[in-house]
């Protein structure tokens, strides 16, 4: 959603959307994207946090905190717009602070995905999430960093896009601990033919 988010501040789709629109649009792919965002992360840093080690569990945590601080910002804003229909300076900022955290949380946490997870899903999206943010930061300043289509194009659009590999990854490593979980039917025949051996002997 992250990754599709800047199609709304298009001038033609600021034409046809409304106002109600507008705020359902923002709340739908910025929002509830956010928490998509939180949810996925937690998710990965479960599964691999063993893996990728203190480096990457230190970017885990700053980036989290990145992303609430995203939410929030946001949260403000859309409140501000609905009842004054002007935007906020103090949520402009919180969300550029924000992504100053998190570009640093996602160099740490990518290059450590990338350094000990090996899958190639997992290994493009830690590259491509440690360079994500920086490099849309370089594109949001080079463009004036106003609060358009070319900010949120930088901010959100690579940064959704590792995420993209990286919920691929990880809905196929948890398909494949599910496959070798003990409840799983190819763990119950083993269990069955080692029963039927032992009563055998």
Not at 23 to 29: I, K, N, P, Q, V
Not at 40 to 52: I, M, P, V
Not at 169 to 185: D, E, F, I
């Amino acid at each position: 959603m992250w990754a599709l988010f800047p199609l709304g501040e298009l001038p033609a789709a600021q034409h046809v959307l409304t106002p109600r629109g507008s705020l359902a649009y923002y709340s739908l792919g910025y929002l509830c994207a956010t928490l998509l965002l939180l949810t996925s992360l937690q998710g990965f840093h479960t599964l691999h946090r063993r893996g990728y080690g203190w480096l990457g569990t230190v970017g885990f945590y700053m980036s989290f905190v990145a992303l609430v601080l995203v939410f929030a910002g946001g949260t403000f804003e859309m409140t501000r717009t609905a009842t004054t229909s002007t935007g906020s300076i103090v949520a402009y900022w919180t969300v550029i602070m924000s992504f100053f955290i998190l570009a640093w949380g996602s160099v740490l946490l990518g290059l450590s995905i990338a350094g000990k997870l090996h899958d190639p899903p997992s290994y493009l999206g830690g590259l491509l999430l440690s360079i994500a943010v920086p490099l849309g930061f370089l594109f949001v300043f080079a463009n004036g960093a106003a609060w358009r289509f070319d900010f949120w194009v930088g901010l959100t659009v690579p940064y959704g896009a590792a995420w993209l590999l990286l919920g691929y990854a990880l809905l196929t490593a948890k398909s494949t601990v599910a496959q070798h979980s003990p409840t799983s039917g190819q763990y119950s025949t083993q269990r069955t033919f080692r029963w039927r051996r032992m009563l055998r002997g």
